[in-house]
C-alpha cells in the first residue's frame, strides 16, 4: 500500500525558512524511474508544482522559485524534503508531495499539509 | 511555461454527461503520447488522478469517466454524472518542465 505523508511548521514567520517532510512507504525511491515531488495549492486556488526529485537523486525545480528552493532525499531513501527560504505570505498554501511512477503525472498524493505564513 | 486553460464552473443535472475542457497554450503531444492528465479534487482532500496520457483511466476509476484530445485541446467527460462526481477538475500537462495545471473547473449540480 502506497502513502505519502506532508510535515512542516503549521506557521512561520516572513524571511524565515520553510522546512517541509514528505515520508513514504509502499515504495521504494531507488527503483529506476520513481520520483517524488512537491505541488501546493493556496487556498481556493490552483496547483502549483514546485520541485522534484528523482531516484538517481536528480533533482528538478520549477524556474519561478528556483533560487529559493532546496529538495532531497535521505539515504534510506523512504524520506523526501523540501526547503523555501525567504517565505513571505504568497508561500502560505497547502502543500502536497506526490509521487511519480515514470511519467509526468501523479498516481498518489499525501493528504497535504498546511503552511501559514504570518507575522 | 505552458498556460492551460479551463472553464471555472460547469453544472449538470445528476445522469447528464459533463464535458470539461482544457486548452493549451501550446500543443502537449508528441508523436507517441498526448501529454495530459486529470484530476479530481473535492474539497479538504488531495488530488485525484483519474485520467493520464489524455485518455488512459487511472487504476480504480470507474468508467463513466473518460478522456480526449490531442494537440492543444483536451476534454474529460462524465457520464452519467453522480452525485459523488461534485469536485474541482483540473488538468495538467507534463509535455515540458515546469509542469503546469489548469485553474480547475469546479463541477456543480443543476
Known amino acids: 500500500q502506497v502513502t505519502l505523508k506532508e510535515s512542516g511548521p503549521g506557521m512561520l514567520q516572513p524571511s524565515k525558512t520553510l522546512s517541509l517532510t514528505c515520508s513514504f512507504s509502499g515504495f521504494s525511491l531507488s527503483t529506476s524511474g520513481m520520483v517524488v515531488s512537491w505541488i501546493r495549492q493556496p487556498s481556493g486556488k490552483s496547483l502549483e508544482w514546485l520541485a522534484a526529485?528523482?531516484?538517481?537523486?536528480?533533482?528538478y525545480y520549477n524556474p519561478s522559485l528556483k533560487s529559493r528552493l532546496t529538495v532531497s532525499k535521505d539515504t534510506s531513501n523512504t524520506q523526501v524534503f523540501l526547503k523555501i527560504t525567504s517565505v513571505d505570505i504568497a508561500d502560505t498554501a497547502t502543500y502536497y508531495c506526490a509521487r511519480r511512477l515514470t511519467m509526468w503525472y501523479f498516481d498518489y498524493w499525501g493528504q497535504g499539509v498546511m503552511v501559514t505564513v504570518s507575522s | 511555461d505552458i498556460v492551460l486553460t479551463q472553464s471555472p464552473a460547469l453544472a449538470v443535472s445528476l445522469g447528464q454527461r459533463a464535458t470539461i475542457s482544457c486548452r493549451a497554450s501550446?500543443?502537449?503531444?508528441?508523436?507517441?503520447?498526448?501529454?495530459m492528465h486529470w484530476y479530481q479534487q473535492k474539497p479538504g482532500e488531495q488530488p485525484k488522478l483519474l485520467i493520464y496520457?489524455?485518455?488512459n483511466l487511472a487504476s480504480g476509476i470507474p468508467v463513466r469517466f473518460s478522456g480526449s484530445g490531442s494537440g492543444t485541446d483536451f476534454t474529460l467527460t462524465i457520464n452519467p454524472v453522480q452525485a459523488d462526481d461534485i469536485a474541482t477538475y483540473y488538468c495538467q500537462q507534463s509535455r515540458e518542465l515546469p509542469l503546469t495545471f489548469g485553474s480547475g473547473t469546479k463541477l456543480e449540480i443543476k
Open positions: 496520457d489524455a485518455s
Open positions: 501550446q500543443s502537449v503531444s508528441t508523436s507517441s503520447y498526448n501529454l
Open positions: 526529485i528523482d531516484w538517481d537523486g536528480d533533482k
